[in-house]
């Protein structure tokens, strides 16, 4: 199980690193600002039910966890 792109997306940005930057690059101060960005976006998006932009996905009670809530980065360009 992995991190999805709008976790991934978010965290990155409250962490400070571009996306195209190499793992491997990164100091183990970085590495540790992304994990605790993703717990955040991560916590914050299951306050809210979730967070999806499709409609077909839903939780384990079969509740639609579509959300239109707003977020700092994701999808947008550049």
């Not at 996306?19 to 590495?31: D, K, M, N």
């Not at 509740?63 to 360009?77: C, I, Q, R």
């Amino acid at each position: 199980m992995g991190t999805g792109n709008i976790c991934a997306d978010e965290a990155l940005w409250f962490a400070e690193v571009q996306g195209e930057t190499p793992a491997s690059s990164l100091s183990a101060a970085r590495i540790s600002a992304v994990i605790d960005a993703a717990r955040q976006v991560m916590a914050n998006a299951l306050a809210q039910g979730g967070e999806s932009f499709d409609s077909l996905y839903v939780d384990v009670a079969s509740s639609s966890v579509y959300s239109d809530w707003s977020l700092s980065v994701y999808g947008l360009a550049g």
